[in-house]
């Protein structure tokens, strides 16, 4: 099993670009998070959904958006990037709530400039 | 405001003592993780608790979760460079969502 799978591993992007961070899972898990972690800090969830159709938003949506259209798949959309928006981003899936354990991607650093 | 709090913030010890990570929420919590993350790494899972009062081991690392389930303890026990990193708390705070603590760093001087 490859797990939680994210790409790319590293983006620059300039100011007010677009991108989407791509992640997937092959567990067949119907949770997914994305979350962000700023220097020297924890995690912050930015969206979540709970199965193919439904999505919610977290602690930190601004300046974000998801999709989830099949149960694999989950990604993010970062529209007119700001530097505040530079962090290291993390997928996540787990196969339900609160009780078993989420599988993590291994991050996307990215950086606006 | 941060549900789920985690102290200390950061921690230096000598190799071989013993060091105890905290982790609080206001909310009962339904389900409590601890993870590991390297620097610059992803998460690595290291043990769930579920059940007021329930404490797990593994190698040198327990874990414990209050009777309330709003309070958990992870304590190394006699520590090793290789228990350096960031360690994170994450839970289930009763609304799908799966929130995590703001982090210990971890620093074990050989």
């Known amino acids: 099993n490859a797990g939680v799978t994210q790409t790319p591993k590293f983006r620059i992007l300039k100011i007010g670009q677009s991108m989407t961070l791509q992640c997937t899972q092959d567990m067949n898990h119907n949770y997914m998070y994305w979350y962000r972690q700023d220097p020297g800090m924890g995690l912050k969830l930015i969206y979540y959904?709970?199965?193919?159709?439904?999505?919610d938003k977290g602690e930190v949506p601004n300046g974000y958006n998801v999709s989830r259209s099949t149960t694999e798949d989950f990604p993010l959309r970062l529209e007119l990037a700001a530097p505040s928006q530079t962090s290291v981003y993390f997928c996540?899936?787990?196969?339900?709530?609160?009780?078993?354990?989420?599988?993590f991607g291994q991050g996307t650093r990215l950086t606006v400039v | 405001s941060q549900e789920l709090e985690q102290s200390p913030q950061s921690l230096i010890v000598q190799e071989g003592k013993n060091l105890t990570i905290n982790c609080t929420s206001s909310k009962t919590l339904y389900g409590l993780y601890w993870y590991k993350q390297k620097y610059g790494e992803g998460l690595i899972f290291l043990m769930m608790l579920q059940k007021g009062g329930e404490e797990k081991s593994h190698e040198k690392i327990t874990a414990k979760l209050d009777e309330k389930k709003q309070q958990s303890s992870l304590h190394i026990t006699a520590s090793q460079p290789s228990h350096a990193g960031i360690y994170l708390c994450g839970a289930d705070t009763g609304t799908y969502k799966y929130i995590f603590g703001t982090g210990t760093r971890l620093k074990v001087l050989a």
């Open positions: 996540a899936s787990s196969y339900s709530r609160g009780d078993t354990e989420a599988f």
């Open positions: 959904s709970v199965g193919a159709g439904i999505t």
